[in-house]
């Protein structure tokens, strides 16, 4: 019996507290995602009962009711029409819900935001001035005989630093588009803050006399010294002028507010910065910075020896972001920053302890989702070794931070410091290339030491697989296929094929939307599965669902979480009621932006009405585009 949308939606709005409980309402491919007041007002017992609803849970912020695709949508409209609420998009949902969270966590995904997309810079920056480091070394000491009056090498000593020279000018453009402000007037709040007639913050110490400047009408006096890799007075002054920017839009007649308000914003910002915001907050940066340096230099590398354990833990609680400005501020004071040869041994210290599940496990199931994990990990994408694998088992995960600790100890010992950020892992060593020697050792060591551990303590399988007769030659592991009526489901995309419960999503594996498969994907192309007609399509192109002529309904998932990325690196082909034939082009990904974005990129394939079906049966393994994958009867 079809499900009657109307009556799902007034369920579920009479089970909400009222209508003075919803702030805001939205829909991806499966979820009904809401904004409420206060969830303790909220029955979400009786939710869960309502016909239609599959599963009611709250993440970040939001009440999340699990409806399914084709069907989320129209209940979706109805809802709207219930509670009076107009449509949101899932990012207008998002900023209610981060409204909602407690300060501490707003302000670190605040930092996040200001500084994932800066990143790319600062890695380009950080990779060439540690080529650039390494050159000279080798020139300086005959090692490398190169004309470093080339123009290859004079600008490119030029391109190495330019990010870190203007610095404060990028986060101060990424931090008033956080805050919502004016990013071209945030862009010259940076500039005002490194200008050339300020005493450059580098060479200030070199110029002999230190130039000042009375305030305030001559109350007191501040030192006309630029903020060159300065971080958190660039946040502040910029924070403050969006504040007066934002409120000037509010009170100035509009026939004056293109020039009144871009005035009076940049002016007393201007002003608040040099002769408050920038004294302030530069010298309590300072002493943040110097006491995390403190923390990391105590005697015998204990400081480094408990955060390079914990550090793993941080990404588990989703901090991990505000270390970048750790990095940038110790990158100004001392010229490289301690913290990150600290993150990639424990990142490192991940992968080796998912590495060591992959190689242990006879389970064919774990060997598919841990392998991938752990060089990705390597890579300095820890999300799926740590969520998919690690955390999962947990022993390998408190490995893991044991080997991170140990390599964290070393590179402490050492003084290892990099001449950049934003990359950690293997490539990290391109920010070490002055000294690669102590970053190889720390890595030998944060991988050995997590790969012994877990091989020895860390892992067993719950049920190894029988090991074959003697004589007998060990048969081949089939390919994925399904016998079954009505329908089969061949693969939308080439990889290895795992079953639904081991996607690293709660909601994926737990079949609330239905049983099915996860594929780790070798390629980026995902294809129909069957003849038949599209159901619907995310605005954020990650997901489409098909329903076949034999009435199977399908619902395929570009990566887990990735609804975040906001349509960022997917292309999708087809549109709502298009028919389809098996092969045709359905959804282009890009693999190395989700894997950027910290998500783990498995296709999910999913029967939504498998409860129709008497059985659903799958076999795991390598599979080919186009061969069957699932079959019901």
């Given amino acids: 019996m079809a499900l009657d949308y109307g009556k799902c939606a007034r ?31 909220i029955d979400m017992k009786a939710l869960e009962d309502v016909e239609g ?22 209940v979706y409209d109805e809802f709207l029409k219930v509670t009076g609420l107009t449509a949101a998009t899932k990012e207008d949902v998002k900023a209610a819900a981060a409204a909602k969270q407690p300060l501490p966590k707003r302000m670190i995904k605040t930092l996040g935001d200001i500084f994932v997309p800066i990143i790319p810079a600062i890695v380009a920056s950080g990779f060439l001035m540690g080529i650039m480091e390494a050159l000279t070394f080798m020139v300086n000491n005959g090692f490398l005989n190169i004309d470093t009056s080339g123009s290859i090498y004079v600008f490119a000593n030029l391109f190495a630093n330019t990010a870190y020279t203007f610095l404060p000018i990028l986060i101060a453009f990424s931090a008033a588009r956080a805050f919502g402000g004016n990013p071209y007037l945030g862009a010259v709040i940076g500039m005002i803050m490194i200008h050339p007639n300020l ?26 010294v630029g903020y060159q890799g300065s971080v958190i007075p660039v946040i ?36 608040l910065t040099l002769s408050v915001i920038g004294p302030i907050f530069s010298a309590i940066e300072h002493s943040i910075i110097g006491g995390i340096q403190t923390l990391i230099a105590l005697p015998l590398g204990v400081g480094s020896l408990i955060m390079g354990g ?83 088992h947990f022993k390998p995960f408190v490995c893991g931070a044991v080997g991170g600790a140990a390599g964290a100890m070393y590179a402490s010992l050492a003084g290892l410091g990099a001449s950049g950020t934003g990359v950690t892992g293997l490539f990290g060593l391109l920010l070490c290339l002055h000294d690669p020697v102590n970053y190889i050792i720390m890595s030998v060591i944060s991988i050995g030491v997590a790969f012994v551990l877990t091989w020895i303590f860390g892992y067993k399988d719950a049920a190894p697989e029988a090991a074959p007769k ?22 939308p995309v080439s990889g290895t094929v795992i079953p639904s419960e081991e996607v690293p999503d709660a909601t994926f594996a737990a079949g609330i939307l239905g049983r099915g498969v996860g594929i780790q994907p070798s390629e980026g192309i ?90 659903l049966s799958i076999q795991t393994g390598s599979c080919e585009l186009l061969k069957p994958i699932i079959q019901v009867k």
């Fill in 199 to 224: 005493q450059n913050a580098w060479t200030v110490a070199t110029e002999g006399v230190l130039q000042t400047q009375r305030v305030w009408f001559g109350l007191y006096e501040v030192n006309l």
């Fill in 470 to 491: 003697s004589g007998e030659a060990p048969q081949a592991e089939p390919l994925p296929s399904i016998d079954c009526q009505p329908g089969t489901v061949y693969a």
């Fill in 236 to 271: 502040i002054a910029v924070w403050v002028m969006c504040f007066i920017e934002k409120r000037l839009h509010k009170v100035v007649p509009a026939m004056f507010d293109l020039f009144v308000t871009p005035l009076v914003s940049v002016f007393a910002t201007g002003y």
């Fill in 526 to 615: 995902v294809v129909c599965p069957f003849d038949g007609e599209i159901s619907s399509v995310t605005d954020t192109r990650h997901a489409a669902g098909i329903s076949s002529p034999d009435g199977m309904e399908l619902l395929i998932h570009v990566g887990v979480d990735t609804v975040a990325m906001q349509g960022d690196g997917f292309e999708c082909f087809v549109q709502e009621g298009q028919k389809v034939k098996a092969g045709e082009k359905l959804i282009a990904f890009d693999r190395a932006k989700i894997a950027a974005a910290g998500h783990p990129d498995v296709v999910v394939v999913l029967v939504t009405n498998s409860d129709d079906y008497k059985d």
């Fill in 53 to 74: 609803v599959k599963g009611v849970f709250s993440s970040n912020g939001q009440l999340q009711l699990i409806i399914g695709t084709g069907t989320v949508n129209k």
């Fill in 310 to 392: 914990l550090y793993s833990t941080t990404v588990v609680a989703g901090i991990h972001h505000m270390y970048t400005v750790i990095d940038v501020g110790q990158l100004s004071q001392f010229g490289v920053t301690y913290w990150l040869p600290l993150a990639s041994a424990a990142n490192m210290a991940q992968g080796a302890a998912c590495l060591a599940v992959a190689l242990k496990t006879r389970t064919q199931k774990t060997k598919s989702v841990a392998l991938p994990s752990a060089f990705s990990c390597f890579m300095g994408i820890t999300e799926p070794a740590i969520f998919g694998v690690n955390l999962r």
């Fill in 11 to 41: 369920e579920i709005f009479s089970h909400l507290g009222g209508r003075e409980n919803l702030v805001s309402a939205a829909h991806c491919a499966t979820r009904l995602r809401l904004v409420t007041v206060d969830n303790g007002k």
